[in-house]
């Protein structure tokens, strides 16, 4: 589990801490033990009925034993969930102490319905005794299997409140009181005063025995089978929290082994990794080849190739050959612990719809109390019989349940959070959900993105007095020392010509432009035409030519100048992801408008967007200037996501309406995004945006419908057109209704299988941009 504890390394302004919340019975329960908690100055609470956990952020004033306490003195436990605790609670237990008084019910209740049914439809059936027959099988029930609602009542009472278990509690001994006063009043009858014989073998009038078992029955079975149902919604998160390895082999100085438990794994640590192991945390790979499981991170049924210099992930499985790692990130800094947190945080998190739910949860159950006593007073007033004034008020308190309100939007999250991370799409919180709903524009960024970002130069042209030789060592040296993945191309290709690079000085990186430094004493300037010019160096006319013509290509060009003089020209082309079409294609039939945002120039990115069938390019845009075109495109009264690797497009993804970011690595960009996608196949996209959709379709169904059925039964049920009997189903079912309803989401994705790339376009996709083959003749 991930939790955040106060500890020494808290923030001066305050902590955050998960709090494990026990006896919530409903949403009532959820509701009052937040708003209790928000009572405190400087205290923010959430409650999740269906997680059963509190996230608090506290201010340093308050102390961690007052959140505590205060939970206590609203009626309920709470312990902190430490980052580095087991698993809180084991759902399994529950279901058992559910099941075994489900049984008790059943064996006594059924018998006890047939028998009531049948000596009501036919009185010659009634021996003697008769009702001490029923009174017999309906102690057991309404004591020993309804206890779980009386206590809780009881603990409610104690604190002068109330929750669904009162109405429960009330239902149930109010039924039983009533049929044992019925059993013992004295009554006259036609042949005279029978006596006591007569008193204690005939009842005096209606009997609800049946009733106080039924609703102890359906509330046991509901609850069963909702905690049955929170157990099978939370299972992904569980798998993905046990995907940690339990010990790891780490390498001292000299080389030598041992393995010691995860935890004291440090950052730098050398460690090793065999086949069929699991990697034990985020790491750069030193030595070593092999292939990595990541499905279970990311839902990619296919292995990856790692060696040195790759990036692993902790949580994945080696499933060949051996690997040397290098930690660099542990504990909870690594990409498992921090998405684990992120679905929790998710979990916890509320829609609008579902505050206001909350609310009407909190003066819901006294209201209806109010309503019953209501009930009772008009039919009393109408001179109904007794026994029919009591039948409405039983049952208004029966029907009337708010855990339907309160599963609503818990429910759905953790059913929706959990496939997603089996996909390998990350949920953040209902923001997400609420902006997928409305989002008509998705703009795609193209490096790294749409594209694998692996740049490759296919062609180098030099003026007529300069060698290639010169041009590619000098180009390389400077681009050695930078990240950008044109850097690299040009790196890695004079590294491959020409052995080891020269050391640069002066090394300055130019954002977005390109890079300068001095190598062998000759100043170096590398980037686009545009840097050069603005630099005073203006490329020769046979250049410029050539790079119009490289440009139109859709070819990417990177200019050389040395000692102030333009040198020569690079010719470079990205490959497209083999499912950016088929991604473009489900966007569109999503009716999303799409926008292809780059820093390259406008041919290339062209290119690109006629290749994979875009609406829009928005080309030679810098990273700094990202986020402006995205309020740009928001002013124009569009709704926008942002698709980005996470990298260098985070203000544009926090300026979306939607961000969505495609993670690789070990980079997570966790504060941006809202969405986070960990799987290389870009059809995730659209199965995010739909999961984001579906899932708040379902909330509002499910909310719908918990409003619309309390709405439309209580008036029937104060009306005496309901049966205490069929009060207890419906309330039951209703909440079975909205977990079963929110476990459709664990199904998402398995309607339509993804289609796997068919012959012709794995012949075209994952090729360069302009067509040509990566690494063709250098011609000087």
């Known amino acids: 589990m991930t939790s955040v504890a106060p500890s020494e390394e808290s923030h001066s302004e305050g902590y955050s801490v998960d709090l494990a919340v026990t006896g919530m019975t409903c949403a009532a329960c959820a509701t009052r033990v937040q708003r209790k908690l928000n009572k405190l100055d400087g205290v923010s609470a959430s409650v999740n009925y269906a997680t059963e956990k509190a996230t608090v952020e506290a201010s340093n004033e308050v102390a961690l034993e007052r959140l505590l306490k205060q939970v206590e003195t609203a009626g309920y436990g709470a312990e902190v969930i430490r980052p580095d605790s087991p698993e809180d609670g084991d759902p399994a237990e529950r279901v058992r102490y559910l099941w075994r008084r489900l049984v008790v019910a059943l064996l006594c209740g059924v018998p006890l319905a047939d028998l009531s049914i049948t000596l009501a439809l036919t009185p010659s059936l009634r021996f003697p005794g008769w009702p001490w027959v029923l009174l017999a099988l309906t102690l057991p029930v309404a004591t020993w299997c309804a206890w779980p609602f009386h206590r809780q009542a009881l603990v409610q009472a ?40 007569g008193l204690l073998l005939e009842p005096a009038g209606s009997v609800y025995l049946d009733v106080a078992a039924a609703v102890t029955v359906f509330m046991l079975a509901g609850r069963l089978l909702e905690a049955k149902a929170k157990q099978r919604a939370g299972g992904a998160l569980h798998a993905l929290a046990a995907l940690g390895a339990k010990d790891v082999a780490v390498l001292d100085r000299d080389g030598n082994e041992s393995r010691v438990p995860v935890e004291r794994l440090r950052r730098e640590d050398h460690f090793t990794v065999r086949p069929g192991e699991t990697v034990a945390t985020d790491g750069e790979v030193l030595r070593g080849h092999g292939t990595v499981d990541t499905s279970a991170m990311s839902g990619e049924p296919v292995p990856v190739e790692a060696s040195a210099g790759d990036e692993v992930v902790g949580g994945t499985i080696l499933t060949s050959g051996r690997l040397v ?111 997928a709903r409305a989002i008509d524009t998705v703009v795609l960024d193209k490096t790294g993105t749409l594209t694998t970002g692996r740049m490759a130069v296919v062609d180098l042209r030099t003026t007529s ?26 790196s890695t290709l004079a590294g491959e010509e020409l052995g080891r690079p020269e050391p640069v000085a002066d090394f300055t990186s130019l954002s977005g432009l390109g890079a300068a430094g001095t190598v062998a004493g000759r100043s170096v300037l590398v980037g686009s035409a545009r840097l050069l010019r603005e630099r005073g160096s203006e490329l020769p006319e046979e250049l410029e030519a050539r790079r119009v013509a490289w440009e139109s290509q859709g070819r990417t060009t990177v200019a050389v100048a040395v000692d102030g003089q333009a040198r020569g020209i690079f010719a470079l082309t990205d490959t497209v992801k083999p499912s950016a079409a088929r991604m473009v294609a489900e966007l569109h ?82 504060d941006a995004a809202d969405l986070l996608l960990v799987r290389d196949q870009l059809e995730i996209v659209p199965e995010s945006i739909s999961l984001a959709r579906r899932t708040l379709r379902t909330i509002r169904g499910n909310l719908a419908w918990a409003f619309g059925y309390n709405l439309a039964a209580l008036p029937l049920a104060a009306l005496g057109l309901l049966n205490p009997l069929i009060a207890a189903a419906a309330m039951a079912l209703s909440s079975l209704f909205v977990v079963t309803n929110s476990l459709r989401l664990r199904r998402f994705g398995t309607e339509s299988p993804r289609r796997e790339a068919t012959p012709d376009e794995s012949s075209t996709d994952g090729s360069p941009v302009d067509g040509t083959r990566p690494g063709g003749a250098l011609t000087p």
């Open 465 to 490: 007095d300069t060698d290639t030789a010169t041009v590619l060592r000098l180009a390389g040296a400077v681009e050695d020392a930078c990240e950008h993945a044109v850097a690299r191309a040009i």
């Open 325 to 435: 790692v290098r930690a660099t990130r542990v504990g909870e800094e690594t990409q498992l612990a921090r998405l684990r947190g992120l679905v929790e945080r998710a979990q916890h998190d509320k829609a609008r719809t579902q505050r206001l739910a909350d609310r009407i949860s909190g003066w819901f159950v006294p209201a209806v109390g109010v309503l019953a006593a209501l009930t009772l007073l008009s039919w009393w007033l109408l001179e109904a019989p007794p026994e029919r004034a009591f039948s409405a008020a039983l049952t208004v308190l029966i029907i009337a349940c708010p855990c339907a309100l309160g599963l609503a939007t818990p429910t759905a999250l953790l059913a929706a959070t959990g496939r997603g991370a089996q996909l390998g799409i990350f949920i953040k919180g209902h923001r997400a959900l609420e902006s």
């Open 589 to 670: 039939r999503l009716g999303l408008r799409t926008v292809l945002l780059s820093g390259d120039n406008t041919a290339t990115v062209r290119a690109v967007a006629e290749r994979v069938g875009i609406d829009e390019t928005l080309a030679e845009v810098l990273p700094a200037d990202k986020a402006a075109t995205i309020a740009g495109l928001r002013e124009q009264g569009r709704t926008v996501a942002m698709v980005g690797d996470g990298i260098n497009d985070a203000p544009a993804l926090a300026g979306a309406d939607l961000g969505i970011a495609v993670i690789s690595g070990t980079d997570v960009a966790l």
């Open 158 to 197: 104690r604190h002068g409140t109330t929750s669904m278990d009162t109405l429960v509690s009330i239902g149930i001994l109010a039924s039983a009181c009533w049929s044992g006063y019925t059993i013992f009043a004295y009554r006259e009858t036609t042949t005279g005063d029978r006596g006591l014989t």
